[in-house]
């Protein structure tokens, strides 16, 4: 057997009476869309509920999948803790995900947990789900940093572990929508959140779930999302089969979206191998990119592409434009891959002898010392954007009316301590946030205003 069904549904704690004492009334639509949720859920009689989380352990490189035998939940921390559950997991099919997962080098499994209480993101969609059903034992997963395309490959390792085991599976996505649609709402209001939500409902409405992958980063923070993640998990583990979709519902009277749909699949349909076909417009278009690089761009690839696949670094090219040969400057380089950063490493000022030799090292130090990821991987160099900053000459600055987040990078300094940020950065809309972010990279308070402030100009070749 394989995947039953499929269902997204938001996680509202107030949706539990006990929790909501009456508030749940404003979401109606909702609760009657998820009391239909639990009853298709019931008549399908699996053997195991799988549920992805935003809510359970989550890591920014590794997807965790909860181990043991089994554990326990309330609602306590809401002021209900007489609503409870117990519940048990099922190992054969946890061990034989873990078991795909080390032997294909993919970055998920049952390590790291720091808490083994069930999480709200999993206790919500259960309340309904047993009050109908109380067969079957779960899986629960979380989500990850990692870009939009490893999720989607966990979906398809779920599924192929729950094939190999004959498992009759259904699979819950647990995920608000945006949480800043309203004024009044506890995140407040940004354009993004409307659009968010129009725009997954439509998609999901449809199960155009390549579409998925079409969300940017920059956009879903802004929209302050929640469960897109757990979607494209789900959608992963749908991969290649033809699917009906159902739109059940969609509330926003709080300020934070609940959304909820059903997909039932049915047989393959080769035209659904989203992931594959994401890749393929990918490397397409990365492809055309690296014809038109520059100068800059070209070395720090080739800087980057001989210390992974020689494991020494490069000598300097004999053919060289002397703009990179008689400048010195600092620079950074900045990559990314599948729309995630990947590593950005620079210098302030100049430490080599040319500038040539500043982007050859720091774009080694961006693929392999940034602390914030691993080292990238052979495998990763063709999916990689590669950007070059170079940096005009600090120039102290009075106030921060003197800066311009468009325009100018700004350097925090106090004593010893000292941050940079680069200028144009996507999500970084206001000098307040310029400088909070460059102040946070330095470790300093946020609130210390005696700082030391100074502007940069860059030229960023792409």
């Known amino acids: 057997m394989s995947i039953l069904a499929a269902f997204m549904v938001p996680h509202p704690p107030m949706i539990v009476p006990a929790v909501g004492r009456g508030s749940e009334a404003q979401i109606s639509k909702t609760i009657r869309a998820y009391e239909q949720v639990s009853e298709e859920i019931a008549a399908l009689e699996p053997d195991t509920i799988i549920i992805t989380s935003p809510h359970s352990v989550m890591y920014a490189d590794y997807f965790h999948i909860s181990p043991g035998k089994s554990a326990r939940g309330d609602f306590g921390q809401f002021r209900a803790s007489q609503v409870s559950f117990t519940e048990n997991y099922d190992t054969e099919l946890v061990a034989a995900i873990d078991r795909l997962a080390r032997e294909t080098g993919f970055p998920a499994g049952v390590m790291g947990e720091r808490d083994k209480r069930l999480d709200h993101g999993t206790m919500v969609p259960l309340y309904f789900i047993r009050r109908r059903y109380s067969g079957g034992k779960i899986v629960r997963i979380g989500l990850s940093g990692l870009p939009f395309t490893e999720h989607y ?3 398809q390792m779920i599924r192929e572990a729950v094939e190999s085991l004959g ?19 506890p995140y407040g209001y940004a354009p993004e959140g409307p659009q ?17 992958f079409d969300f940017d980063e920059t956009f879903c923070d802004r929209a302050a999302e929640c469960g897109h993640r757990s979607f494209v998990i789900m959608a992963g583990a749908l991969d290649g089969l033809s699917v009906k979709a159902e739109k059940l519902s969609h509330e926003d009277v709080t300020g934070v979206g609940y959304g909820i749909c059903t997909f039932h699949p049915g047989e393959p349909d080769d035209s659904r191998h989203f992931l594959d076909e994401y890749l393929k417009k990918a490397e397409d278009k ?3 990119e690296r014809a038109n690089e520059d100068p800059y761009v070209r070395l720090a690839r080739a800087s980057v592409e001989h210390y992974i696949l020689k494991h020494r670094k490069m000598e300097m090219p004999q053919d060289l434009p002397a703009e990179l040969t008689n400048r010195r400057a600092g620079a950074f380089v900045s990559i990314r891959e599948h729309g995630k950063l990947r590593g950005c490493i620079g210098t302030i000022s100049p430490v080599r002898d040319c500038l040539a030799q500043e982007i050859i090292d720091n774009a080694v130090s961006a693929s392999t010392r940034d602390p914030r990821f691993d080292p990238i991987k052979a495998g990763e160099l063709k999916w990689l954007e590669i950007s070059v900053d170079v940096l005009g000459d600090p120039e102290p600055v009075s106030s921060p009316d003197e800066l311009d987040v468009k325009r100018y990078g700004v350097i925090v300094t106090k004593g010893r301590k000292r941050g940079l940020l680069l200028p144009d950065l996507d999500g970084v809309d206001t000098v307040e946030e310029q400088i909070s972010i460059a102040k946070s990279k330095a470790g300093i308070a946020d609130w210390d205003k005696r700082v030391e402030l100074q502007r940069f100009e860059v030229v960023r070749h792409h």
């Open 153 to 155: 490959r966990l979906g």
């Open 167 to 185: 498992r009759r599976a259904v699979f819950v996505a647990s995920g608000d929508l945006s949480h800043k649609l309203q004024d009044y709402g």
């Open 196 to 212: 968010y939500d129009e725009r997954i409902m439509d998609v999901c409405g449809r199960a155009a779930f390549g579409e998925l």
């Open 286 to 288: 990365l492809s055309a």
